[in-house]
């Protein structure tokens, strides 16, 4: 990771004080993986114990993507005034009260408030970490520490799946109680509490981000942080990477929405592009699998125990090749592997919707032939694979680096904005779209999948290796 730039970077470097810091960071990306996933061996035990049918459940699952919509709508201001770092604890603290409040409901909607909460944590974190990474990192790593936020999210999912599958193993059930008489699925959130705390103390000890500071005209401390973080020794380098941040930022101290008009249907382009990378990358239907793959593997046949089993090794997977991803990143750059896995979900989606167009039965009664469940497994899985090297980790990379630094707060915040409420979509429409017909709704991610193809190949820009003040709009 020790790797050097060019002279004409002043000799900053990657320092292994760069890569904890930016590791605390990304922890918020951890917690935003584990409350968007824990939910999901929760799903049938909820179900039962308030009564809800196809639709409440999707809402229910699927209610903290709104929160999450308006905490990353709102993180990008609250970043530009009151720093990174200390919008980051705010965020911890969210998700603690969230992860008690859920834990200990009443009652659906009770869930359902405690749920939104979290939801805006997670949120504020989807934006401020990868903004804050990227801010703090030389351009020769800096894909491989923006892919640490996905490498969190994914070890996020897969502790969440990891717990859930021990919580319930341990009670018997997912409905069955367990310490204090709480049943396994509350315990499923309350766990959360645990890695909240640790995210906030984490951030305690990290120094804001220079791009903050020097917008706030505090260059004595800017020069300091990218002493520490880079490397970088000499005075005259320092005030000239001070004077690149400052004039990059013209002024602009805190973007509003007028920043982003353009031509393009009222919006620069680059803003189009940023709010369609997140679309698409739910679009495909990716938390299909890490909100409802529990009680989809025990729809078609599974055990509960199996189904949680089979949870847990799609999370171990997607983690896998989230490291592969980072290892590439910087090698072959963004725009590749954006095609390479557009092309490869298209293809995996396209057999799993074949897989069960096989189905006989329908609704919860639906089951696979015993031929064609090894098959639809193993699309699955290769299917996160695909996402995993591409589409998880590049676009929040590219979100964190592809906006010019006068409107980067606030781009990335609209464009988070949007991904969470193409997720809301996808989730909440999934139980319904399941009871149509599982073929008819992986057949629909497919075919986003294929358009996402044609979209990386004409509109998206590769961004490897380009400083942040040399982004252009």
Not at 347 to 372: E, I, K, N, R, Y
Not at 391 to 403: C, Q, S, T
Request: glycine letters at 10%; hydrophobic letters at 55%; aromatic letters at 10%.
């Amino acid at each position: 990771m020790a790797m050097t730039d060019t002279p004409a970077d002043g000799g900053q470097h990657a320092t292994l004080r760069v890569v904890v810091i930016a590791a605390a960071a990304a922890l918020g990306g951890f917690l935003f993986g584990f409350d968007t996933a824990v939910i999901n061996g929760a799903v049938d035990a909820i179900r039962g114990s308030f009564g809800l049918n196809a639709g409440e459940i999707g809402i229910t699952v699927s209610c903290a993507l709104l929160g999450s919509a308006a905490g990353a709508w709102y993180a990008g201001s609250l970043a530009d005034r009151f720093g990174r770092v200390r919008t980051m604890q705010v965020a911890a603290l969210l998700l603690a009260v969230s992860a008690l409040g859920s834990g200990l409901a009443f009652g659906v909607w009770d869930l359902i408030l405690w749920r939104v909460i979290g939801g805006i944590g997670v949120g504020v974190a989807s934006v401020i970490a990868p903004t804050y990474i990227a801010e703090i990192s030389p351009a020769s790593v800096r894909g491989r520490l923006g892919s640490m936020q996905q490498l969190a999210i994914v070890l996020g999912i897969f502790v969440a799946l990891l717990s859930d599958a021990w919580l319930a193993g341990a009670a018997g059930g997912a409905a069955n109680p367990l310490a204090f008489g709480l049943a396994a699925w509350r315990w499923m959130f309350l766990i959360a509490v645990i890695p909240a705390l640790i995210y906030g103390g984490l951030v305690l000890g990290v120094p804001e981000s220079p791009r903050h500071l020097v917008a706030k005209g505090k260059l004595a401390d800017a020069k300091n942080v990218l002493r520490q973080v880079l490397g970088m020794n000499s005075d005259s380098a320092l005030d000239k990477k001070v004077a690149d941040i400052a004039h990059s930022l013209k002024m602009e101290y805190r973007p509003r929405l007028r920043d982003l008009r353009g031509p393009a249907a009222g919006l620069l382009p680059v803003v189009w592009v940023g709010i369609l990378l997140s679309v698409f990358q739910q679009f495909v239907g990716i938390n299909v699998i890490f909100y409802y793959s529990s009680t989809l593997w025990h729809s078609v046949g599974f055990s509960e125990a199996d189904s949680f089993t089979i949870t847990v090794a799609t999370s171990v997977v997607n983690v896998l090749v989230t490291l592969v991803a980072i290892a590439l990143v910087d090698r072959i750059g963004r725009k590749p592997l954006l095609v390479i896995g557009s092309a490869g979900m298209a293809l995996t989606l396209g057999v799993m919707a074949w897989c069960f167009s096989q189905a006989t039965g329908t609704g919860a009664d639906l089951v696979l032939p015993h031929s064609v469940g090894p098959v639809a497994l193993v699309a699955a899985n290769a299917y996160v694979v695909f996402f995993g090297l591409s589409w998880g980790p590049m676009v929040w990379v590219l979100l964190g680096e592809m906006f010019p630094n006068r409107i980067r707060a606030i781009a990335l915040a609209v464009a988070a904005s949007a991904q969470w409420l193409a997720n809301f979509v996808i989730s909440s429409t999934f139980p319904a779209l399941a009871q149509i017909g599982l073929s008819f709704a992986y057949g629909l991610y497919a075919a986003f999948a294929l358009i996402s193809l044609f979209f990386v190949l004409s509109a998206v820009r590769e961004t490897k290796g380009i400083e942040l003040e040399d982004m252009q709009g």
